[in-house]
Each structure stands twice: as structure tokens, then as C-alpha cells.
């Protein structure tokens, strides 16, 4: 029997309405090799499953810190403790825990659970132009199962779409693109220097990806750019990565407005958000980039 190809899957979404065209099912894949200051799904960076705490749910019971085996869990105060390199994911105080305060995110599911998830919304799909997008993290972090969601679509006649950092091995972008109808390819920075600089990602590699897949499916890709105050929220900036996209002859740049939604999920995790107080925008502070894109041919539009 052929093995069963599983990964590691955050949350799959159902009618989704800002990942692509139509309503779809986005698969968000855990696994990213950014890491990107004001990213809105933090828990979706590393692979393993990741230990989400909410205070505002927990009894203070102790329920958790008695029975975990590694004892990575304290009660400070009004609050717990956790020692994330002592936890060994094992789940015992999420199971046992009465307050639902503590989540696991990140469950391994087999190929076929995630068609048998996205096949039930098919016909939504097929009226509405619309199919899924797998996001994440990054989807080509985990390739082969990446790869067989798209296969196994393909073959069901569903639609699909791609978001992606563009951070990954060129010989896997070539590969799967004839499986892909619509890149989302993210664009955090005009210059290869200032990618790696803000994000940590590999900018080089990002723009050479992007400039790869241009070549040979042009049309299949939307740029998507999120503006970010004190990280790329200048004239020149985003003007340079309008210009690269219209250069490319690729047909769309999308500028999404700075929010904070997924700021209370740092403190679940016990970790710091560095945008802490920047203030959110609104598509109306981008709303003048339109009429560039007007100028060089292209679609530039405020929001996704
Ligand atoms: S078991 Fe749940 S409710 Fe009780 S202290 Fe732990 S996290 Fe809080
Ligand atoms: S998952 Fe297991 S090891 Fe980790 S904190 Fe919870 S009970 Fe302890």
C-alpha cells in the first residue's frame, strides 16, 4: 500500500471570500521560513503544534500545572506560567482543562481528510468562480502534502489558488504551477536587502522566484503587498514594487491595509507584538496607488 501522506494543518476555513476569486476553502498549512514582525497568524510559523493560552478563560484551578508530566506549567499570580522548552506537546492540559483555556493548534490531517473537508462546498465553488487556496505559514514548507492537496483537486475539477511568501526552492515553484491556477505571492519589500532585513526570508531567492514564474504564467499572478507602517508604508517603496509587478507584465497588485487582528494571539503564546499601539489603516490611505497602476497598465487595488 502506498504510504499515506499527512501534514500539518492550522485550520481550513470554509467560504472564505478575500483568498482568491469566488467562495473557497482556505487550507492555512503550519510552516513558515519568515518571520515577519506584524504576521497575523503567528501560530502558523513553526511546524509542531503550538500551545495557545487564553487568561481570560482560565478558572486559576491548577488542574493543568498538577497534572502535566513535565511540569512546565506554573500559576503566577493571576496567571500561568508555561515553559515551552519543557512542553512535549503530549495535550494532557488542554484535554483536562474545564475552562477551554487551553488550545492546541496545528493537527496532523491525512491528504484525503483535507479533500474529503474542501469536496463538501464543490458546488459553491463552480457557481461562484471560486475553489481553494492553500495558505499558511507557507505552503511549500510542506511540500509532498502541499503538492497532493493540489493533485487531488485538480483531479476533482476543483479551482485552486496559492499563498505564498515566494520563499522557497524554484524546482518546487516549477513543479507545482501547472497545478495552480491563481499565485497570491507576497511582496513585503522592494529590494532583496530590505526583505531579508525586516522578515528574515530570503529576498533574493523571493525575487528571483517571482521573476522565474512571471516568465512562464504571467497572468496567474495577483502581487499582494501589506502595508505596514513603519516597515514599508513609504511613497517610494510601494511605487518600486507597482513598477516591478508592471515590468513583469504580471496583471494585479494587491495593497492590504495594516490591521492588528492578530494581536491577541502573541499573548497567547506568550510571546511580544512588535506593532503593539501602530495605529490600523484603511483602504483609503492607498486608494491613491489605483491610478498608478491605471498609468502602467496594471490593476493596483486598495484591500484584497
Ligand atoms: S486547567 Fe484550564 S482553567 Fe484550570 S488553571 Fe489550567 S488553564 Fe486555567
Ligand atoms: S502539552 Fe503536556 S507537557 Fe505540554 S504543557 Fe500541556 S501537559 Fe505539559
Redesign the pocket.
Known amino acids: 500500500m502506498a504510504d499515506v501522506v499527512k501534514g500539518s494543518v492550522m485550520e481550513m476555513e470554509r467560504f472564505a471570500i478575500h483568498d482568491g476569486p469566488g467562495i473557497r476553502t482556505t487550507v492555512f498549512i503550519q510552516g513558515c521560513p519568515l518571520r515577519c514582525p506584524w504576521c497575523a497568524n503567528p501560530e502558523s510559523q513553526q511546524i509542531k503544534p503550538q500551545l495557545m ?1 487564553n487568561v481570560k ?9 498538577r497534572n502535566c508530566p513535565q511540569h512546565a ?1 506554573t ?1 503566577v499570580g493571576d496567571h ?1 506560567e508555561f515553559d515551552r522548552s519543557k512542553c512535549i506537546g503530549c495535550k494532557t ?1 488542554e484535554r ?4 477551554k ?2 488550545n492546541f493548534i496545528g493537527d496532523i490531517k491525512t491528504v484525503d481528510e483535507v479533500i474529503d473537508y474542501i469536496s463538501r462546498d464543490k458546488d459553491y465553488y463552480d457557481v461562484s468562480g471560486g475553489g481553494i487556496t492553500v495558505s499558511g505559514g507557507e505552503p511549500f514548507v510542506q511540500f509532498d502534502f502541499f503538492y497532493n492537496i493540489l493533485q487531488r483537486a485538480k483531479e476533482l475539477g476543483i479551482s485552486t489558488a496559492v499563498e505564498t511568501t515566494g520563499d522557497t526552492d524554484w524546482e518546487k515553484m516549477k513543479k507545482a504551477e501547472p497545478l495552480i491556477d491563481k499565485f497570491l505571492f507576497d511582496m513585503k519589500q522592494s529590494t532583496p536587502e530590505k526583505i531579508k532585513e525586516i522578515t528574515g526570508g530570503n529576498g533574493w531567492r523571493i525575487q528571483e522566484n517571482l521573476r522565474k514564474l512571471a516568465e512562464i504564467a504571467a497572468e496567474k499572478i495577483v502581487i499582494r503587498v501589506p502595508v505596514i507602517p513603519g516597515y514599508n508604508y513609504e511613497e517610494e517603496v510601494l511605487t518600486a514594487i507597482i513598477e516591478m509587478a508592471a515590468s513583469l507584465n504580471i496583471p494585479e497588485v494587491n495593497l492590504l491595509p495594516y490591521h492588528n487582528l492578530g494581536e491577541n494571539k502573541y499573548e497567547q503564546l506568550g510571546r511580544d507584538y512588535a506593532l503593539k499601539g501602530t495605529k490600523m489603516m484603511s483602504k483609503a490611505d492607498l486608494k491613491h496607488y489605483e491610478a498608478l497602476g491605471d498609468k502602467l497598465g496594471l490593476k493596483v487595488q486598495a484591500g484584497g
Open positions: 493560552y478563560k482560565c478558572l486559576k484551578c491548577g488542574t493543568c500545572a506549567i500559576i500561568l492540559c483536562n482543562c474545564p475552562g483555556a487551553i
